[in-house]
């Protein structure tokens, strides 16, 4: 059985395995320190009986008024360790503390190539509220799906209204 627990600075020398993965974004330090630091409650562990770390979902909460929303910069699991319903226990936490934050949506941004996870997503709730073109630096033909779920906040379902045209990295807000 796994365990779920907050991300601790000793961590960033145990998730190697899991930043392995192709999919997976990998930071700088600081970056990672800055998120345990403004946001520990939004950076999550999943932790093998051995003290592995066989996963991890990294986020923040951002934006003012209607855009005041929960976003998740980085999820990724062990490849040994997928399809066994990690991934949406830690979306399902991440969307829990947006809610307790009064957010109005959860989003996050995924390559379009990544089918499995941008089925994963929508069968989480999520739709494709944009496409992002060249949003992968140092992958310029790589463009990425901005994925959205309402929270009970937005009544209306105003957030994940789907823009008709896609738009560029600057142009996010």
Known sequence: MTNIRPFRCEDLFKYNNINLDPWTETYGLSFYLQYIG????????????????????????????ESWRGH????????????????????RGLEEISEKKEAYFVDLFVRVSNKVAVDMYTRLGYSVYRRVIDYYIGDPDEDAYDMRKALSRDKLKKSIIPLPHPVRPEDLD
């Open 72 to 91: 998740v910069t980085a999820l990724s699991v062990d490849h040994v360790y997928r399809r066994l319903g990690i991934a949406a226990k830690l979306m």
């Open 38 to 65: 403004h946001w520990p409650e939004y950076f999550q562990v999943v932790e093998a009986p051995n003290g592995q770390l066989v996963g991890y979902i990294m986020g923040k909460i951002e934006g003012t008024g």
